[in-house]
């Protein structure tokens, strides 16, 4: 059907209602049905709004064409797309709040109001209007019947200044713009509210990535009417290499709407006026559908994805890299250090940072600490181009660069890309790539780290990532291992505002980095105040993050032990650890004697094959680093005492003098691994494990 000719035909059955060519039937009420509902009148008005026959020969004709086009299908043998795809749909209510009342009293004006969006709606989607239906107790009910089983309804209650408005569009057409139509209409005065609903109906076949509607944007956000109000669309794109949506609510749950109306006031001095950031809609970024990030989490998510490595880097990084990061925020972060020269970030997608500029101006606004936009200051290098080609051609050892491409090597790389559970063909070859990841181990200095956001953290009853959605994950920390870097810590944030913790990656090129990474909570705070750009609001610099923030990052969940100690083959040391028996501290397993002037050692209880002993007097996990006396008197405040590290040693030499132990664990287990065990059980590095059972009383032979 051409549009021009359901424009057309929908322009003559408005001019046909405007002129009243339709009829009113009252309807006598049995006494007594609708006694509640119109207890101050027994009629009820029922209004048909129908047209002539010249439309109905046009609806027929197009009636007759499409029992020509299914005839066809059914002998071909063939099914309608709408029949292949589950007959989809999408549904959306609207419900509209303190209306004024004298225009939801006047039904005639009510009528209009949907008769105007029935009428803007059927042309944008380009479907013909076969009927409209209303009726009138109280407040006006009607249904508008459109072509193909769409329909649009609206029930108004001037009682309680509401008015709700119901659509049903079928097939896979994007109707969000109808909620804006319906806003225009029937949206009078400031103190309105609208709250909607926007879902997909029907099943869709799986094309091996979600819709923008399927992802975040639909289930988090565009479904819940209750949940969100105040919803806006800042602004939406179509680039090259993705979409890109911006919207704004407010949470019923976490925020207050009256709230935010009272710091809009312009005539009062109060909490609300002088703290209007307090009150404000979050806003979020989707891409392609998925939440990338939002207002209240972007202080928790950026933080702690950038400041960790840059605080752990033991001079001060310099020169920083970020791959992705498009909105901004990353590099906001990063030149937030005063030791950084030069920050080269390689962004894809031009469309996203222009739309960054334009609808997430506080994700990339450095002049709190700079000279405004991050974009624009005078240490940011940006390039809109590929990454992983931006890399290869610059540090892989198999291609030689060009004397204009050569580039020294980072301090720090920063990958705020791709989440790795992101099921797109680019993701299973980025994550897969060891060539790639080989390069950037040789674009990162000696003593540098590479720092990446994981995606979601696992939970307690996940299998193993090999074997769940995440197997890229999985394969990322085989690549990770596999190209050489010396020490890997994984830690998570749960105030990344994405409703489930997040989890990030660090990685070292140089064993020595463990020492940095733990440093001590007041050294962190320390470190903070000295390379920390001072703000000329004279607020913190970092809102989130600080030394004992950072102190937690230290340690993996649990559920990331579980997810990892269920991977094939079983990691050696989940083996050992599901082994112990008993944890047993080395003064109450034993008891020093002297007979005729001979030190003997006598076992003070039973101990099973499999007791691990201890030295400790604390089962407090330490720092896994191999300790020597040079470690000590070099970099005393992250390490054992002297004491404790003398307690450790006699305690090895003593026991293997006897041969009735092994070490739990080696010390040299962590080079090259990822083992959330092991960083969440730092003492086992530091024990023995029994090979005999021990009887009370038994004399060791040593």
């Not at 002129?19 to 509640?36: F, W």
Request: glycine content about 6%; aromatic content about 10%; some cysteine.
């Amino acid at each position: 059907m051409e549009t021009n000719l359901v424009q057309e035909t929908n322009r003559e059955k408005k001019k046909l209602l405007a002129s009243a060519n339709y009829r009113r039937t009252p309807i006598k009420v049995s006494e007594g049905v609708y006694k509640d509902e119109c207890a101050s009148s027994e009629e009820l008005i029922v209004e048909e709004v129908f047209f002539q026959n010249s439309f109905g020969q046009y609806n027929q004709a197009e009636n007759n064409e499409d029992d020509d086009e299914e005839e066809e299908e059914e002998n071909e043998g063939g099914d309608s797309e709408d029949s292949k795809r589950g007959a989809p749909g999408t549904t959306i209510i609207i419900d509209f709040e303190r209306l004024d009342p004298k225009f939801l009293s006047d039904h005639a004006q009510v009528r209009e109001s949907f008769l105007n969006i029935v009428w803007d709606a059927s042309e944008s989607l380009d479907i013909a209007v076969l009927s409209v239906h209303c009726q009138v107790k109280l407040g006006v009910t009607c249904v508008a019947i459109l072509k193909d089983g769409n329909y649009m309804s609206i029930f108004s209650e001037p009682l309680k200044k509401q008015c709700s408005f119901d659509i049903f569009i079928a097939g896979d057409k994007d109707v969000l713009d109808l909620i804006s139509i319906a806003q225009q209409h029937l949206d009078f005065s400031k103190q309105a509210r609208m709250r909607y609903s926007y879902k997909l109906r029907g099943t869709r076949p799986f094309s091996g990535r979600y819709t923008n509607y399927e992802n975040d944007l639909g289930e988090i956000l565009l479904e819940n009417k209750d949940l969100y109000f105040h919803k806006r669309q800042i602004g939406t794109t179509q680039t090259e290499f993705q979409s890109i949506h911006v919207y704004e609510a407010l949470s019923h749950k976490a925020q207050s709407l009256e709230g935010y109306e009272k710091s809009l006031e312009t005539d009062v001095d109060n909490y609300y006026t002088q703290n209007p950031e307090l009150f404000r809609p979050n806003q979020w970024l989707f891409l392609d559908g998925v939440m990338q990030s939002s207002y209240l989490g972007d202080a928790a998510y950026h933080e702690a994805l950038v400041h960790p490595a840059m605080l752990a880097h033991s001079v001060g990084p310099k020169r920083v890299a970020i791959i992705g990061g498009g909105e901004g925020a990353t590099l906001r972060e990063v030149l937030k250090h005063k030791s950084v020269e030069r920050c080269t970030m390689v962004e894809i997608d031009a469309g996203m940072v222009e739309a960054a500029r334009n609808w997430l101006p506080w994700m990339n606004n450095c002049s709190d600490f700079g000279d405004g936009n991050c974009f624009d200051d005078k240490r940011t290098d940006l390039r809109t181009e590929d990454a992983f080609a931006w890399f290869l051609n610059r540090f892989s050892e198999d291609i030689k660069t060009p004397a204009e491409l050569q580039t020294d090597p980072f301090d720090v790389i920063v990958m705020d890309a791709l989440d790795p559970e992101d099921p797109v063909e680019f993701a299973v070859h980025l994550y897969n790539d060891l060539n790639f990841w080989g390069t950037i181990l040789e674009a990162i200095n000696d003593d540098g780290f590479l720092v990446m956001q994981l995606g979601i953290s696992p939970t307690l009853n996940d299998p193993g990532e090999q074997f769940g959605r995440n197997y890229n994950r999985a394969t990322l920390f085989n690549t990770i291992e596999a190209v050489g870097f010396k020490r890997v810590f994984l830690f998570e944030e749960g105030h990344s505002n994405f409703l489930t913790p997040w989890s990030y990656l660090v990685a070292c090129k140089s064993e020595k980095c463990a020492k940095e990474w733990y440093l001590n909570e007041a050294e962190l705070d320390l470190r903070i105040l000295e390379r920390i750009l001072p703000t000329k609001s004279g607020t913190p610099a970092l809102k989130y993050v600080d030394g004992s923030t950072i102190k937690k990052y230290r340690r993996p969940s649990s559920a990331w032990q579980a997810v990892y100690c269920r991977k094939l083959p079983r990691p050696v040391e989940c083996a050992t650890f599901a082994d112990v028996k008993n944890i047993l501290l080395q003064r109450d397993a034993f008891k020093s004697i002297f007979n005729n002037g001979t030190k003997a050692t006598i076992a003070k209880v039973n101990m099973v094959k499999g007791t691990v002993i201890s030295s400790m007097d604390t089962l407090i996990p330490m720092s896994p680093l191999t300790y020597n006396k040079f470690e000590l008197g070099s970099n005393p405040i992250n390490t054992l005492s002297q004491s404790a590290y003398s307690a450790v040693a006699w305690l090895k030499d003593w026991l293997k003098n006897c041969n009735i132990t092994r070490a739990l664990v080696e010390n040299d287990f962590h080079t090259g691994k990822i083992s959330p065990l092991l960083e969440r059980h730092q003492y086992m590095q530091h024990m023995q494990l029994l090979e005999i059972d021990i009887e009370e009383g038994m004399e060791l032979p040593c």
